[in-house]
T-cell receptor, first 111, second 116 residues
Framework: GNSVTQMEGPVTLSEEAFLTINCTYT??????LFWYVQYPGEGLQLLLK?????DKGSNKGFEATYRKETTSFHLEKGSVQVSDSAVYFC??????????FGPGTSLSVIP | GAVVSQHPSRVICKSGTSVKIECRSL??????MFWYRQFPKQSLMLMAT?????????EQGVEKDKFLINHASLTLSTLTVTSAHPEDSSFYIC????????????FGPGTRLTVL
C-alpha cells in the first residue's frame, strides 16, 4: 500500500543551522509529493510540492527534490530561523486524490 | 488564493451531546472535501471523503453513524459527531479539492473538540 516515512523527531537546531528532514515513500504509480507545515495550534499549510520525478519544490527558503530512484523527498533549508519552529509533514497524493501523511517531524529552532 | 474556513475553531461539549463542525471553501467551489482527525502529537488520519450531492465514503474503521457527513453545496461540508464521548476529543481538519488548481487540496485551520 501507499505510505510515507519521516525521520523521527523532535529536531532541535540553533538559528542559522542547516536543516534536513528525511522523507521516503512507498506508492504505486506516480504520486505527487508534498511538504506541509503546522504551526502550534493551527491547521496545515502547504509548504511546497512536486508532481513528477526530478521536480524541485521550493518556498520560503525550503527545498525538496522528487527522487524517484530513491523514493525520497527530503526537505532542506540552508539557514533556519526561530520562526521555522513547527511540525513538518511529508505527504503523497494518490491517483484517487487521497492524501497520505507521514507521522510528522517536530522542529524547534533556538536563538 | 484558495481559502478554507472551519467553524467553530474550538468547541467544548458534554458527553452524550452532538457537535456540528462546518467546513467552507470561501472563494472556490469544491465538489470533494475531506475530513481528517489528528490526535495530539500524531499525524492526520483520513476519516472520510465528502462528495457534493452524494453519500460520503468512509475509511475503514470509521463509524459512519457516529461521524455524520453532509456535503449540501459546492462550498459547504459538515461533520457531526453524534453522542460524543471523551475519546472523540481530537483536532478535526477538513480540506477541499479545487479542480481548477490541478486538484490541489486546501486545508482548513482545524477544529479542536473537547468532550467532557
Amino acid at each position: 500500500g501507499n505510505s510515507v516515512t519521516q525521520m523521527e523527531g523532535p529536531v532541535t537546531l540553533s538559528e542559522e543551522a542547516f536543516l534536513t528532514i528525511n522523507c521516503t515513500y512507498t506508492a504505486t504509480g506516480y504520486p505527487s509529493l508534498f511538504w506541509y507545515v503546522q504551526y502550534p495550534g493551527e491547521g496545515l499549510q502547504l509548504l511546497l510540492k512536486a508532481t513528477k520525478a526530478d521536480d524541485k519544490g521550493s518556498n520560503k527558503g525550503f527545498e525538496a527534490t522528487y527522487r524517484k530512484e530513491t523514493t525520497s523527498f527530503h526537505l532542506e533549508k540552508g539557514s533556519v530561523q526561530v520562526s521555522d519552529s513547527a511540525v513538518y509533514f511529508c505527504a503523497l497524493k494518490t491517483s484517487y486524490d487521497k492524501v497520505i501523511f507521514g507521522p510528522g517531524t517536530s522542529l524547534s529552532v533556538i536563538p | 488564493g484558495a481559502v478554507v474556513s472551519q467553524h467553530p475553531s474550538r468547541v467544548i461539549c458534554k458527553s452524550g451531546t452532538s457537535v456540528k463542525i462546518e467546513c467552507r471553501s470561501l472563494d472556490f467551489q469544491a465538489t470533494t472535501m475531506f475530513w481528517y482527525r489528528q490526535f495530539p502529537k500524531q499525524s492526520l488520519m483520513l476519516m472520510a471523503t465528502s462528495n457534493e450531492g452524494s453519500k460520503a465514503t468512509y475509511e475503514q474503521g470509521v463509524e459512519k453513524d457516529k461521524f455524520l457527513i453532509n456535503h449540501a453545496s459546492l462550498t459547504l461540508s459538515t461533520l457531526t459527531v453524534t453522542s460524543a464521548h471523551p475519546e472523540d476529543s481530537s483536532f478535526y481538519i477538513c480540506s477541499a479539492r479545487w479542480l481548477a488548481a490541478d486538484n490541489e487540496q486546501f486545508f482548513g485551520p482545524g477544529t479542536r473538540l473537547t468532550v467532557l
